[in-house]
């Protein structure tokens, strides 16, 4: 036998590399495909992801919608977690302010964040949140209660969409996941002869 016959053909090699390459090329579009959706959802309101602002609308409209709040936990997340409301009806453009209200029955601490939707899909990219406690790491200790505000409005230009101009009522929903720790929490949560509390 030849070193001829051993070798790999030119073609074979470029085929090899060029399948490196689209893998490459995909797993890199797996691993941006979140951050890049999520970005694209809150940017669009896309998926019933409310928008962002940092005021209020510049207008109010005399006509009104109803707000619903409605929460949620992850299977697991030991909290009770509530609306201090049901639902609320304001004007649109009118900044509405809602309390949630979550606590810790267990005797440790637990930590989690709370993300959030709304319903239906058409109105995310009119539901526009000023500030509220979504994506923040919350900590609560054993037995704590906090009240936790949203403030947000919809925004006038949904009166201006084929679908969203008949929507009657929104839903706001937030579902809390439980967190790990942080590390000064830890190690609190941890008793001197090393047994978790």
């Not at 030849?2 to 085929?15: G, H, I, L, V, W």
């Not at 495909?33 to 809150?42: I, K, M, N, Q, T």
């Not at 201006?160 to 967190?179: A, C, M, N, R």
Request: proline content about 8%; glycine content about 8%.
């Amino acid at each position: 036998m030849t070193d001829e016959a051993n070798q790999t053909p030119p073609d074979n090699r470029r085929t090899v590399l060029k399948l490196i390459g689209v893998g490459v090329f995909m797993g890199g579009l797996a691993w941006a495909s979140v951050p890049l959706y999520d970005w694209f959802c809150r940017v669009t309101g896309f998926g019933g992801t409310p928008l962002v602002a940092e005021a209020g609308a510049e207008r109010v409209l005399d006509e009104t919608i109803e707000v619903r709040f409605d929460a949620s936990l992850e299977r697991g997340m030991p909290w009770e977690f509530r609306p201090m409301e049901r639902t609320m009806t304001l004007r649109i453009g009118e900044t509405g302010l809602a309390f949630y209200e979550a606590h810790n029955p267990t005797d440790r601490p637990v930590a989690g964040s709370a993300s959030f939707n709304v319903a239906p899909f058409s109105a995310g990219g009119y539901f526009t949140k000023i500030a509220c406690f979504c994506f923040e790491e919350q900590v609560l200790m054993p037995g704590e209660t906090v009240q936790m505000p949203v403030t947000f409005y919809v925004d006038p230009a949904i009166l201006d969409d084929e679908d969203g101009k008949h929507v009657p009522t929104i839903t706001l929903s937030y579902t809390f996941h439980t967190i790990d720790l942080p590390e000064e929490q830890a190690a609190l949560a941890v008793a001197p002869d090393g047994r978790v509390n």
